[in-house]
């Protein structure tokens, strides 16, 4: 999965990550990723501030399944530009951003419980 249009078309937990890259389903991929009920999606962000109300447009399109989407800062946390936390509002969704690693962790628990859960990761540098 080294382009960003392609996908694993199940949504599954993150088995592991590293510096670029991620594990998920026995299978590695290169670069960030969206975690969505669609599957596992390559994501073009690099860093923060490529994230954007475009940068998440598969976002916006599954957002009826969805309740929370957490966001996977690399290694530093970021505020959510305010405009951006009202369009995720507005579309129904509560936001929360947060370092990576913890990212993963959290979206993996919630998946677990059963929750209607997303992930935008951003790999780490």
């Known amino acids: 999965m080294a382009t960003p249009d392609a996908h694993l078309p199940r949504q599954v937990p993150i088995e592991g990550y590293g510096h670029g890259f991620f594990h998920f389903a026995g299978m ?3 670069g960030s990723i969206l ?5 596992i999606h390559g994501w073009a962000p690099r860093t ?7 940068a ?9 399944a969805l309740e929370l989407l957490i966001i996977g800062t690399g290694t530093e946390p970021w505020a959510i530009p305010d405009a951006l936390r009202w369009r995720l509002r507005d579309a129904g969704l509560a936001v929360d951003a947060m370092p990576t690693r913890p990212a993963a962790s959290t979206y993996n628990v919630l998946l677990d419980e059963g929750r209607p859960v997303a992930a935008a990761l951003l790999a780490l540098p």
């Open 28 to 30: 590695a991929s290169d």
């Open 35 to 39: 975690a969505l009920p669609s599957g």
């Open 56 to 64: 998440l447009a598969l976002v916006f399109a599954e957002a009826s």
């Open 48 to 54: 923060t501030a490529e994230i954007d109300e475009a």
